[in-house]
């Protein structure tokens, strides 16, 4: 019993973090947001950020299926839906910025459609993960065990964790950003061990609470 019980403290708290670190260092899509000066730049920026989304979320799904293992009902699944829902979101979170972001700059008279350099955006990188994390996190939910399913408190519960600890975990990185290459790669990595903690910690509370609603009906 203690044996499993480090066995899952190990993966859940140790190499999930680790491997989630290595996805959002090397993959990092968030370090690809633009600041953006015409609106002509973005199906390319656009581009650029779903393809380095698709990496980190191919990695991370990957991972996730060998330490979530015994929580997840179709490995495939799980990936192919991790690799589309996570660039999906991003890049959905990144339209909706820029969306909000040019309707105030036209309000206030700025134009981002000649390639004025005296006029950009700056979409917020904690708003773009938190509604990516958003959607992947009920993409997900659903691939769970059923003993994980049927609980709107649990959906929620995953939803806005993963939404939280995205956006959490990229404040905590930005306050360590430089502008090198190496500052880059350790924001993503600090990024990668803290959200992948806070997952696994929510992960435990998806447990415990199934078992317990699972203990009440018998």
Do not use: C
């Not at 991790?82 to 909000?100: F, Q």
């Not at 036209?106 to 917020?124: A, I, Q, R, W």
């Not at 708003?127 to 003993?147: D, E, P, V």
Request: zero cysteines; charged letters at 10%; proline letters at 4%.
């Amino acid at each position: 019993m203690n044996t499993n019980r480090h066995q899952g403290f190990l993966s859940l708290f140790v190499l999930w973090p680790l491997t989630s670190a290595i996805a959002w260092a090397f993959g990092n899509p968030i370090l690809r947001l633009p600041v953006v000066h015409d609106l002509q730049e973005v199906p390319k920026t656009l581009i650029t950020v779903f393809v380095h989304a698709a990496i980190t979320g191919g990695l991370l799904g990957i991972a996730s299926t060998v330490f979530f293992r015994p929580l997840v009902l179709n490995r495939l699944r799980w990936v192919l839906t991790t690799s589309i829902a996570l660039p999906s979101g991003i890049v959905g979170g990144l339209l909706l910025n820029i969306a909000y972001l040019n309707h105030q700059a036209t309000y206030m008279g700025m134009s981002l459609t000649d390639g004025n350099s005296n006029s950009f955006l700056t979409p917020s990188p904690i708003l773009t993960l938190t509604f990516a994390g958003i959607l992947l996190g009920i993409a997900q939910y659903k691939l769970f065990r059923s003993s994980l399913q049927h609980s709107y408190r649990r959906m929620a519960l995953w939803t806005l964790g993963v939404a939280s600890s995205f956006g959490f975990s990229w404040y905590i990185a930005s306050i360590f950003s430089t502008p090198t290459l190496f500052g880059k790669f350790t924001m993503g990595l600090i990024m990668g061990l803290l959200s992948g903690a806070l997952i696994g910690l929510i992960l435990i509370a998806l447990s415990k609470d199934a078992k317990v609603a699972t203990e009440g009906k018998l």
